[in-house]
């Protein structure tokens, strides 16, 4: 069984940091793109980041280059989004993601639970 167990939200000030963890089991990890999306109350699912689990290469939407990292330990099953310089707007449901490629992950792929990230100005 595919499961992707997301963790490290919480409620933080404005300007805080926050690491996520998405931590993968049930396929294989390797060769695979595992991203974070999010979603805000009233607002559609968008992308944030995404990683390449087989040559690290990496993906950001706009709007969070330069705030947020994405990385991955293989090791571990798991990828990480580091993100600093929170701002309220940041809040949202952030979901982890597996697909085959940075490119087609969007439309094809696995969902996991999310986990609930609040900034509090």
């Known amino acids: 069984e595919v499961q992707l167990q997301a963790s490290g939200g919480g409620l933080v000030q404005a300007g805080g940091s926050l690491r996520l963890s998405c931590a993968a089991s049930g396929f294989s990890f390797d060769g695979r793109a595992i991203g974070w999306f999010r979603q805000a109350a009233g607002k559609e699912r968008e992308r944030v980041s995404a990683?390449?689990?087989?040559?690290?290469?990496?993906y950001y939407a706009d709007s969070f280059r330069g705030r947020f990292t994405i990385s991955r330990d293989n090791a571990k099953n798991t990828v990480y989004l580091q993100m600093n310089s929170l701002k309220p707007e940041d809040t949202a449901v952030y979901f982890c993601r597996a697909g085959t490629t940075v490119a087609t992950m969007t439309s094809q792929g696995y969902w996991g639970q999310g986990t609930l990230v609040t900034v509090s100005s």
């Open positions: 990683i390449s689990t087989s040559d690290g290469s990496t």
